[in-house]
Each structure stands twice: as structure tokens, then as C-alpha cells.
């Protein structure tokens, strides 16, 4: 086995990915980032290698079958056997209707957030269950539990938490656990160019919360690290919600007028 435990993390560039990729290089890990966004990826392996960690940036379109296939086949002849995969990769959406969506635009979306999940966690899988075990870890959303006017975002979320529980199950007599988190509203850049443009409320959104705190990047990447870590190592099949309280909120404070006391 080698020194360091190896972690992949798709969509690694960025956002939640990025935060995880710098969290796990703290711990020790041996970094991969794979993403399509190949400047800053490796601008974080970068970052990572001048802090005194261990990184590589390998271009990666998740939704390409062919290509992840080459890529955990490369991984595994030059590097190592993968320890930990944390698909982070993945795309968000506008609000619509479903009337109004264009099924090009669902396709895409579904071809990356679920597909590409799905297609790297069976490729890990199959490599960690031969190394005798390894952990997966999935990006849900609190749409993985509410509906909310996504019209391809919403249905993908919810199937990634299908998806987490049956590789849970289908795994874990291979010693590999599978577990999600469910972020809330994370201030990553997709979402403050939305606060931006005006197409989410930052009021809206506190306001659904039950603690005064904007979910970072770094609180999600905390999660994923406890979860994938031997400190969960009773816990697969879970998509932990990492949202502030919004989950249990958002639905108690729509009542207007709760008395005090
Ligand atoms: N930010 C939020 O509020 C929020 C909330 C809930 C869930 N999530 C989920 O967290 C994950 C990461 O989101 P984020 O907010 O960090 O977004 P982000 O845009 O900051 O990061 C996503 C990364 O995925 C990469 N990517 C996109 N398409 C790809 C492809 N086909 N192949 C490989 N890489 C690709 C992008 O280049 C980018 O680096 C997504 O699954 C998202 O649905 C985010």
C-alpha cells in the first residue's frame, strides 16, 4: 500500500472540490484533481505542492465514459490505488419551470451531476475492491430532500441519494463505504455570480436557515473529510445535510407569526 492515502476529487478546480482537494492535502493525502477546467486545476495543485503537499491536475469531462476510463486506468498505473473519490464535479441551474426546460440543458446536467458520478464511483470501486476497500463520497443538495424549481438539477439530486445508498449496499461487503452530503445554499462562485445576476436571495436564503451562517466551501469539505475518514468507518449509505439548519427551517419559518416563550 503506498504512504499516503491517494484521493480523486472531481471537480477539483473549484468551489466545494477545491476546498475538499486543500483539506485532504492538509491531513496528508496524495491529491487528484480531475476537472475540465484545466488553468485552475492546476492553479490548485499548485497551491497545494507550495504548501508542502502532494498534488497532480489531470483534465477530466466526467460525463465522458471513455475518458474516466483512461483516467482511473492512469491513476492506477502511475500513481496508485485510489483511497478516497469525491465527486464534486457538476453543474448548476437556473430557476424554471419544467414546461419551460430544454431537454439539451437537462441532458447536459444529468450527463455531469448524476452520470458522471455514477461513472467514476463504479470505476473507483472496482479498483478499491481489489485493493480491499476505499471510501466514496457524492455531492447531494438539500434538493436531494425538498422540491425546489430546478427542473433537472432537483430529480438529479434526489437520484444521487438513490445512487448512494445502493452502492452503499452493493459495496460494503468490498469494505467500501459510500456516503453524500447534502450542502445548502454554499457561497462557491456559481452561486455569488447568481446572488449577483439576482437569481437567488442571500435574504430568502438566511432567513430559511436556522443558524446566522452562510455555508462556506469549507464547512462542506469538513463533512466530507470526517466522512471519509476511518472516523466514519460505521457509517455508509448517509447523505449528510450540511446546510445551516435549513432543511429543518425552511419549513418551520413559514409559519409568520410563532409566539415567544
Ligand atoms: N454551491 C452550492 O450552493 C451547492 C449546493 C448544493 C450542492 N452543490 C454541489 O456541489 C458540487 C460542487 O459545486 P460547487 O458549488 O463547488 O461548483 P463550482 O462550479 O465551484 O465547482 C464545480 C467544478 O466542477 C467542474 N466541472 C463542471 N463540469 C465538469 C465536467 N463535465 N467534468 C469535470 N469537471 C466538471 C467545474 O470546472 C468546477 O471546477 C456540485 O455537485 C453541486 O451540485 C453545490
Known amino acids: 500500500m503506498p504512504d499516503k492515502r491517494i484521493s480523486v476529487v472531481t471537480g477539483g478546480s473549484s468551489g466545494i472540490g477545491q476546498a475538499t482537494a486543500l483539506k485532504f492535502a492538509q491531513a496528508g493525502d496524495r491529491i487528484v484533481i480531475a476537472d475540465v477546467n484545466e488553468e485552475a486545476g492546476a492553479a490548485v495543485a499548485g497551491e497545494i505542492a507550495a504548501a508542502g503537499g502532494d498534488a497532480v491536475f489531470l483534465p ?3 460525463s465522458d465514459e471513455d475518458a474516466v476510463e483512461a483516467v482511473f486506468d492512469r491513476i492506477a498505473r502511475d500513481i496508485g490505488p485510489v483511497g478516497a ?3 464534486s464535479a457538476g453543474l448548476l441551474e437556473n430557476a424554471a419551470t419544467t414546461g419551460k426546460t430544454a431537454m439539451a440543458l437537462h441532458d447536459r446536467i444529468w450527463a455531469v451531476n448524476y452520470n458522471g ?34 427542473p ?15 452502492m452503499a ?7 467500501i463505504r459510500v456516503n453524500g452530503v447534502a450542502p445548502g445554499y454554499t457561497m462557491t462562485k456559481p452561486i455569488a455570480d447568481k446572488i ?5 436571495d442571500p435574504k430568502a436564503i438566511m432567513a430559511s436557515c436556522a443558524l446566522d451562517h452562510f455555508v ?3 464547512d462542506i469539505a469538513d463533512a466530507i473529510h ?25 419549513t418551520y419559518n413559514h409559519f409568520p407569526a410563532v409566539p415567544d416563550g
Open 85 to 87: 473519490l469525491v465527486n
Open 216 to 218: 462556506t466551501p469549507e
Open 117 to 150: 458520478t455514477l461513472l467514476c464511483s463504479r470505476k473507483a470501486a472496482a479498483a478499491m475492491a481489489e485493493a480491499g476497500g476505499g471510501s466514496i463520497m457524492m455531492l447531494g443538495s438539500i434538493n436531494s430532500f425538498r422540491a425546489l424549481p430546478l
Open 60 to 62: 477530466l469531462d466526467v
Open 196 to 200: 449577483a445576476a439576482g437569481l437567488r
Open 169 to 175: 449496499a452493493e459495496l460494503g461487503p468490498k469494505g
Open 152 to 166: 433537472s438539477y432537483n430529480p438529479g439530486k434526489v437520484a444521487i441519494k438513490g445512487l448512494v445508498e445502493l
Open 226 to 250: 470526517f466522512l471519509c475518514s476511518d472516523a466514519a468507518r460505521a457509517i455508509s449509505g448517509v447523505m449528510l445535510p450540511v446546510d445551516s439548519g435549513w432543511l429543518a427551517a425552511s
